[in-house]
Structures are given as C-alpha cells and as structure tokens.
C-alpha cells in the first residue's frame, strides 16, 4: 500500500507560480513512478505530468515549458513546480504513484491522494 498527501494549492492570479508537494508512506519510494493529474469541473481527469524512479520526465502538451516535475527520493517526496499559470489549469490536482510512467500517462493507476485545489484567478 502507498498513501499519498499533497499541498500546495491555493489560489493564484493569471501569470503566477505554484508549488505543489506530494508526500508518500508505505511502499518503498524509490521504485514507483510519481504524477500528478488534474480534473477541471465538468471534465475528466487528466495527466499532468510524471517522473520515473530513475528521473525521466513526461509532460502533457498543454503544460510544456511551464511545469516541472521533480522528486526526492531520500525525502519521499514529488513536486510539481507550476509557472506562468492560466485560467485553463484551474482543477483540482491529484498526485498519482505507479510502477511505470506508462500506466499514470495512460491514468491506469493504482494509487491516489486526495487532491488540492488550485484557482488562477484574477
């Protein structure tokens, strides 16, 4: 079993940056492939972003050059650093644990947080 913890989210204005953190307990760490996904009201969830055990990155389209996903190993730990935020990533976010990239890519994944919300609003 793996459980996850994020923080983080708040509410942000157009152009601004957050960071969002995503603490694991339970399963050794090291070995899982770490995401973050996001759900917008009215819509279904959707890959954010993801890192592998050994730091491979995958990033979705819409979020490319402006997000950065980064963990810790030694601290459990994922982040996702968001800059230069738009209305369009208003949603609430989840942090996502997996064997593979793959699987949080394609959202066949076995473990969830429980979100945070983020609003960027002016």
């Known amino acids: 079993q793996v459980q996850l913890v994020e923080s983080g989210g708040g509410l942000v204005q157009p152009g601004g940056s957050l960071r969002l953190s995503c603490a694991a307990s339970g399963r050794t760490f090291s070995y899982l492939a770490m995401g973050w996904l996001r759900q917008a009201p009215g819509k279904e969830r959707e890959f954010v972003a993801a890192?592998?055990?050994?730091?491979?990155?995958a990033y979705a389209d819409s979020v490319k050059g402006r997000f950065t996903i980064s963990r810790n190993n030694a601290e459990s730990t994922v982040y996702l650093l968001m800059n230069n935020l738009k209305p369009e990533d208003t949603a609430v976010y989840y942090c996502?644990?997996?064997?593979?990239?793959?699987?949080?890519?394609?959202?066949?994944?076995?473990?969830w947080g429980q979100g945070t919300q983020v609003t960027v609003s002016s």
């Open positions: 996502a644990a997996d064997r593979t990239v793959s699987r949080i890519v394609t959202v066949n994944i076995e473990y």
């Open positions: 890192v592998s055990w050994s730091g491979s990155t």
